[in-house]
């Protein structure tokens, strides 16, 4: 138990559905942040939040809509979503504005488009 | 935009051997982390270290920051079928940088 939960653990959704993925921290992070994991690539940053606001978008794709409604929060909203965005998206959570970061990780959910 | 490469990508080992893995980049961090991820679960995070030559152990594990902090290695002693997995490292870049840089991780199987 990291204090990251994320739902649901697995989803799977046809390409016109709309779906939300949501995580939760009891760590009293400020900053938190949406990764997303394929095979054979890096953890690949999509969103940064600090504080609720929204400090980084890494050329996301606009299917993809995160919103933070508070600093324990986040959600990632999906519509018409494609085959290639299947993977594990990881959310996690960390202290802002400090000198060493740690992130604490969520365990994922695995995304399948199909 | 700083890169952290790791090596092997792949390491297939018996139980009992030792091994060491790297991470190497051309950019200096104030910090990196190693974390470690099983399959269908997030990664969680192993150690951090801050310090140019800075070497922390954790059991069987031992963590290495580089002197010129670019860096950093993991080496493992009589490695276990439990020390399976994707151990990734992370590298930070501090003050107000707060983000992770991760490297691609390198996938350790040990075999009973």
């Known amino acids: 138990e990291t204090g990251v939960t994320q739902t649901p653990r697995h989803l799977v959704m046809g390409m016109t559905n709309k779906k939300s993925l949501k995580c939760e921290q009891h760590?009293?992070?400020?900053?938190m942040y949406w990764y997303k994991q394929s095979a054979k690539k890096p953890l690949e940053l999509m969103f940064v939040?600090?504080?609720?606001?929204?400090?980084e978008n890494n050329s996301v794709p606009s299917r993809f809509s995160p919103e933070c409604p508070n600093s324990s929060h986040l959600f990632l909203h999906l519509h018409t979503l494609q085959p290639e965005d299947s993977a594990l998206y990881l959310c996690a959570s960390s202290r802002a504005n400090t000198g060493n970061t740690e992130a604490f990780f969520g365990q994922g959910t695995r995304l399948t488009v199909v | 935009t700083q890169l952290l490469e790791q090596s092997p990508q792949f390491l297939s080992i018996q139980e009992g051997e030792n091994l060491t893995v790297y991470c190497n980049s051309s950019?200096?961090?104030?910090?990196l982390q190693w974390y470690r991820q099983e399959p269908g679960e997030g990664p969680v995070l192993l150690v951090t270290v801050v310090t140019g030559g800075e070497v922390k152990k954790l059991k069987r594990l031992t963590f290495q920051f580089g002197d010129a902090r670019k860096d950093s290695s993991l080496h493992i002693t009589a490695a276990q079928p439990g020390d399976t997995g994707l151990y990734l490292c992370a590298g930070g870049g501090g003050g107000s940088n707060y983000k992770l840089t991760f490297g691609k991780g390198t996938l350790l199987t040990v075999n009973p």
């Open positions: 950019s200096v961090f104030s910090s």
């Open positions: 939040y600090n504080f609720k606001e929204q400090t």
């Open positions: 760590l009293g992070h400020n900053a």
